[in-house]
């Protein structure tokens, strides 16, 4: 894996602009499948930053998704709530996951269900305008936003 990545990084360096590696690799992706009438879902993945530079991820779309909001989950009193956010923002060379009970990627206005063994393509775009596309297959997840009661 070592190996590969200085590779890529070794590309990167001798190629020109037009071929330049993508900022962010993706893995790990996931939608969480809905039961029937839920239109709202939520992807997952990490997002590692393949470059020496902050990368931002301004928004994220998908064509089955009426509406998609970048998400965080914050702890208000006792009770964890989710929060639309402006832009997710990854370090240098780190890996920012978005799981549940934390940053995620909010689906509205599902056109029908998520079902399990789907692939759900999802595009991001950075600040820069660069577009970032990736499969997130469909898995049953816990809610992980609502667990947090005693
Ligand atoms: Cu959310």
Do not use: C, W
């Not at 909001?69 to 832009?87: A, I, P, W």
């Not at 549940?100 to 393509?121: R, V, Y």
């Not at 305008?129 to 667990?147: L, T």
């Amino acid at each position: 894996m070592r190996t590969l990545v200085s590779s890529i990084a070794l590309m990167t360096l001798y190629a020109s602009h037009a071929f330049a590696a993508p900022s962010l690799s993706i893995s790990d992706a996931y939608a969480r499948a809905t039961p029937p009438n839920v239109t709202t879902s939520a992807v997952f993945a990490k997002l590692h930053n393949t470059t020496d530079k902050e990368v931002v991820v301004a928004s994220a779309k998908t064509e089955r998704a009426g509406a998609v909001e970048l998400h965080t989950v914050e702890q208000q009193g006792d009770v964890m709530k989710m929060r639309q956010v402006e832009s997710f923002t990854i370090a240098s060379e780190a890996t920012f996951a978005l799981k549940p009970g934390a940053e995620h990627i909010m689906l509205f206005n599902l056109d029908a269900p998520l079902k399990m063994g789907e692939q759900l393509s999802v595009e991001l775009t950075l600040l820069t305008g660069e577009k970032i596309n990736f499969d997130a297959p469909v898995k049953k997840v816990m809610q992980g936003m609502k667990h947090h009661h005693h």
